[in-house]
């Protein structure tokens, strides 16, 4: 199940406050600008930045 695009507008990220975006394959939320992706469990976002995965992202 997707999440709603109602609660995908309003979350940010915790640490630079900028958007994310929604990888649906991976199930997280991604921030580009603190390279980090944070997991959804159970239609839940888990915005802990100690939780979040690290991207390693090419320039």
């Given at each position: 199940m997707a999440l709603e695009k109602t609660l995908l507008d309003i979350l940010v990220c915790p640490i630079c406050k900028g958007n994310l975006t929604y990888q649906q394959d991976s199930h997280e939320l991604i921030c580009?600008?603190?390279?980090?992706?944070?997991p959804i469990e159970d239609d839940i976002?888990?915005?802990i930045p100690e939780l979040a995965r690290k991207l390693e992202i090419e320039k």
């Amino acid at each position: 199940m997707a999440l709603e695009k109602t609660l995908l507008d309003i979350l940010v990220c915790p640490i630079c406050k900028g958007n994310l975006t929604y990888q649906q394959d991976s199930h997280e939320l991604i921030c580009f600008v603190d390279k980090l992706a944070f997991p959804i469990e159970d239609d839940i976002p888990i915005m802990i930045p100690e939780l979040a995965r690290k991207l390693e992202i090419e320039k």
